[in-house]
């Protein structure tokens, strides 16, 4: 599944990418022609205005709250039933699906000390970062752990 997030979203287009799922950022407010162009994804939006348009377009969508983080991803994940693994197989600057690479060829990328100790590594084509499975990890599932432990209600 593919979404296309509201501007606000872009805290959640970086977990939702974390999680596996492309997602596209709108850099403003959705318009008619964003429904338009981007009507085979599902939309998540916080706004009511945004959802009237959606809903006569009959297009996909979430209404997310506003506030929180924690309580939009729980609420994103129990409706659409989305897996809570981190997959780390997309970019989270831009939204390409990264590449396994040799270390060898990408070593002026990559920081002395993580060169020295990792062996796996992953390149986005698009803006040229290099991501690796390092200490970082850890702390990020115990993040994600941390915002699914939200009790949400209907």
């Known amino acids: 599944m593919e979404f296309f997030?509201?501007?606000?979203?872009?805290g959640l287009s970086k977990w939702l990418r974390f999680l596996g799922h492309k997602t596209?950022?709108?850099?403003?407010?959705?318009?008619?022609?964003?429904?338009?162009?981007?009507?085979?994804?599902f939309f998540l939006i916080t706004s009511p205005e945004t959802?009237?348009?959606l809903e006569k377009a009959g297009v996909r969508y979430l209404l997310l709250p506003r506030e929180s983080l924690k309580a939009q991803l729980c609420l994103l994940i129990n409706k659409l039933d989305l897996k809570t693994e981190l997959k780390l197989n997309i970019c989270t600057v831009?939204?390409?699906?990264?590449?396994p690479v040799k270390k060898e060829n990408f070593?002026?990328?990559?920081?002395?000390?993580?060169?020295?100790?990792?062996?796996?590594?992953?390149?986005?084509?698009k803006c040229e970062k290099i991501y690796w499975q390092g200490d970082h990890i850890k702390?990020?599932?115990?993040?994600?752990?941390?915002l699914l432990s939200q009790k949400f209600e209907d």
């Open 94 to 99: 831009c939204g390409e699906e990264l590449i």
């Open 51 to 53: 959802a009237e348009m």
């Open 24 to 41: 596209k950022i709108c850099e403003s407010k959705i318009t008619k022609e964003d429904i338009f162009k981007y009507k085979d994804k």
């Open 139 to 146: 702390r990020l599932e115990k993040k994600l752990k941390f």
């Open 107 to 125: 070593k002026d990328l990559i920081p002395p000390k993580v060169y020295a100790y990792y062996n796996e590594f992953n390149y986005c084509p």
């Open 5 to 10: 997030l509201e501007a606000s979203l872009k």
